[in-house]
C-alpha cells in the first residue's frame, strides 16, 4: 500500500503538471559581451526576473584558521550599506522598490540571489553591485550584526540539536575545516575584523568561481548587459583557500555530551559518496527507503509507527566534495534512546544485508520523479537549482534527463550500494542529554574555531 506522502507528493506533482501543462524546461546558455556565463530559463508569465549565483571554495570550510564564522558574517554585512549609501540608505531603497537581495555562507560556497520586478531591474543589478564590489562595512554596522550573530551563538551553546550537529561534525572530521561551525564560536567571532572582511571580499569573490542561474522575465540580448553590470567589476581571478580530501573518522565511536534534559538529541552517519560517484543515484534511492523518506521510511515505520519511540528519525545523503556523509538524527527520551539506536543499527544492518524490496524500489522511484516538479514551483528555486546543476557538473539536460537516470537504478544496483556504503559497526554516535543504558566509548571532541 502507498504511504500517505507518496500519495501526496503524486498529487501534487500531477497538480504543478496540470497547471502547468507540458512545460518543458528549457535551460539555455547564455554568455555576456564581457564574458560571463549563465544558466537561463525564460518565464513570460509574469514581469519577475530571479537571480541566484554562488561563489567557489569560499565557504565557512575556506575561513582562515581562528576566523571560522568570517564568510557567514560577510554575508551578513554586505548589504548594510555599500557604495555611496549607507546601511539604512540601501535597506530603504530596496524596500521602496521591493527588491530583495540576500546572501549566505554555506560550507563550500557563498550564495546569493536577487529577485526584482522588471521595472526596478536596472536599480536592482546597481544595489547587487555594489554589494559584491563596495560593501561599505561601516563600524556601527560591523558592531550591531556581530553582536546579533554573538547572541545566536551564545544560544546554540545551551540548544541540544545545535550541540549535537557541531560535536557530531567535530567527532568525524576532527582537525579538517569540515569539523568547524560555519558560523563560528564567540571566541572566533569576536576576533573577526573589517580588514578581514575587506580581505574576504577582495580575494574571494571573482568572475573564474561564479556560478549564475537566472529565470525569469528576460531575453538572452538584455541578459548579457546585466550580467556585465551586476559582476563585470569583479577580479577575473579568485584567491581560493584550498582543501585536502577530509579523512572521516567513522570508527563506531559512542559520544555523550551530559545536559539536563528530558529527552536526548541524537545524531549519527558514517562516510558517504560524492555527488559525481557512479553509485550516488543508487545511494540516493537506497537513502529514500531507509530513512529519507519521510512517513515512507523503514526507521520512520520501525522507530515511530511500530515502538513510538520518537516523534521522528531520519537520515540523509551530504555529498560533500571533500567529506561525503551519511548521516541522520532522532530526538527521545532519556529513556528510550537505548532501544532507539539498537532499532537504528538494525535497519541499518538489515538495509545492508537485504537491501530494498522490489516495492520499495518501485515507490521510491514513484515519490522522488513525482515530487521533483514541486522543486521547480517559482523563479527563485528553479534558479537555485541551475547554480547546482552547474556546480555539480550535472549538465544542461539534467531536468529532462533525471527521470530516467532514477528509472535505471536496479534493484541490484541499489543492494549493491547498500553494501558499499553501509556499516552498522562504524556508526560514529553523539548523544546530547542524559541518555539511560548508553556507556560512551570515548570523551566527546572540543568545539573549536
Request: include cysteine.
Amino acid at each position: 500500500m502507498m504511504s500517505k506522502r507518496l500519495i501526496c507528493g503524486l498529487v501534487l506533482g500531477l497538480f504543478w503538471l496540470a497547471v502547468n501543462p507540458a512545460r518543458a524546461v528549457e535551460v539555455e546558455r547564455v554568455v555576456s559581451p564581457g564574458g560571463i556565463e549563465a544558466w537561463l530559463v525564460r518565464d513570460h508569465s509574469v514581469p519577475i526576473t530571479a537571480i541566484e549565483f554562488s561563489f567557489s571554495g569560499t565557504g565557512g570550510a575556506h575561513d582562515p584558521d581562528g576566523k571560522a564564522g568570517l564568510a557567514e558574517m560577510v554575508s551578513s554585512l554586505i548589504d548594510e550599506g555599500a557604495g555611496d549609501l549607507d546601511s539604512q540608505a540601501f535597506q530603504r531603497k530596496m524596500e521602496d522598490m521591493s527588491i530583495r537581495i540576500s546572501f549566505s555562507a554555506g560550507l563550500e560556497t557563498f550564495r546569493g540571489s536577487l529577485k526584482t520586478l522588471n521595472r526596478h531591474r536596472d536599480d536592482a543589478a546597481d544595489l547587487l553591485r555594489l554589494s559584491l564590489t563596495a560593501p561599505r562595512f561601516d563600524p556601527d554596522a560591523v558592531a550591531r550584526i556581530r553582536q546579533q550573530i554573538l547572541v545566536g551563538l551564545q544560544q546554540q551553546s545551551t540548544d541540544p540539536d545545535s550541540i549535537a550537529r557541531k560535536v557530531w561534525r567535530r567527532a568525524v572530521f576532527a582537525d579538517h575545516p569540515y569539523g568547524r561551525p560555519v558560523g563560528g564560536t564567540v571566541e572566533s567571532v569576536a576576533g573577526i575584523t573589517i580588514d578581514d572582511m575587506k580581505d574576504f571580499v577582495a580575494n574571494r569573490f571573482a568572475r573564474d568561481n561564479l556560478i549564475i542561474g537566472v529565470v525569469g522575465d528576460i531575453t538572452v540580448d538584455a541578459l548579457g548587459p546585466m550580467l556585465d553590470s551586476i559582476f563585470g567589476a569583479l577580479p577575473a581571478t579568485s584567491r581560493p583557500t584550498p582543501l585536502a580530501d577530509a579523512a572521516i573518522v567513522s570508527g563506531g565511536e559512542t559520544y555523550v555530551v551530559e545536559m539536563d534534559n528530558p529527552q536526548s538529541v541524537v545524531v549519527f552517519g558514517q562516510a558517504g559518496l560524492r555527488r559525481d560517484d557512479p553509485d550516488y543515484y543508487a545511494a540516493y534511492v537506497m537513502n529514500y527507503v531507509l530513512g529519507g523518506g519521510g512517513f515512507a521510511s523503514r526507521l520512520y515505520h520501525e522507530v515511530r509507527e511500530k515502538r513510538g519511540l520518537a516523534y521522528s528519525v531520519y537520515s540523509y545523503l551530504n555529498p560533500t566534495r571533500h567529506g561525503a556523509l551519511i548521516s541522520g538524527g532522532v530526538a527521545t527520551r532519556n529513556d528510550r534512546v537505548a532501544t532507539s539506536l539498537s532499532v537504528i543499527r538494525d535497519e541499518w544492518l538489515r538495509m545492508y544485508e537485504e537491501g530494498p524490496s522490489e516495492s520499495e524500489l518501485a515507490n521510491a522511484k514513484t515519490f522522488l520523479n513525482g515530487s521533483f516538479p514541486l522543486r521547480l514551483s517559482s523563479t527563485s528555486s528553479i534558479a537555485r537549482l541551475l547554480v547546482s546543476m552547474q556546480y555539480h557538473k550535472l549538465g544542461q539536460d539534467y531536468i529532462e534527463r533525471r527521470a530516467e537516470i532514477i528509472d535505471a537504478v536496479t534493484l541490484d544496483d541499489v543492494r549493491r550500494v547498500a553494501k558499499r556504503l553501509l556499516a552498522p559497526e562504524k556508526l560514529t554516535v553523539v548523544v546530547v542529554g542524559k541518555p539511560q543504558g548508553i556507556t560512551p566509548t570515548s570523551a566527546a571532541p572540543e568545539i573549536r574555531s
